[in-house]
């Protein structure tokens, strides 16, 4: 988001609904974010979205809505977050990347 009145670090995310299957951390102070973040938060990419381990879902969604200081904020948004899981057969595979196997 962009305000040309608005510093960065005072347009906030508020979060209406937060996800379900995960949470969002910012990895800079290791704090779990419940209520806001700000555009300066996602500029720096310090905010990252945590999948629970033991959530078996590939996808997740949060709702938020922006505002600046002085009160003036968009509709509210959904988010809408997917990944793939992988699973290998072994527990642990030996590799060698100087000879062909």
Known sequence: ASD???E??????????????GYLQNITTGEIIQEQFSQKDLNRKTI????????EENSDDLEFQVADPEGHSALPQMLELKWSKIELQQD???MCEKEEM
């Open 48 to 55: 990252f979205y945590v999948i629970d381990p033991y959530w």
């Open 92 to 94: 642990m595979y030996e």
């Open 4 to 6: 040309r009145d608005t």
């Open 8 to 21: 960065d670090d005072q347009i906030v995310f508020k979060i209406l609904r937060g996800p379900q299957s």
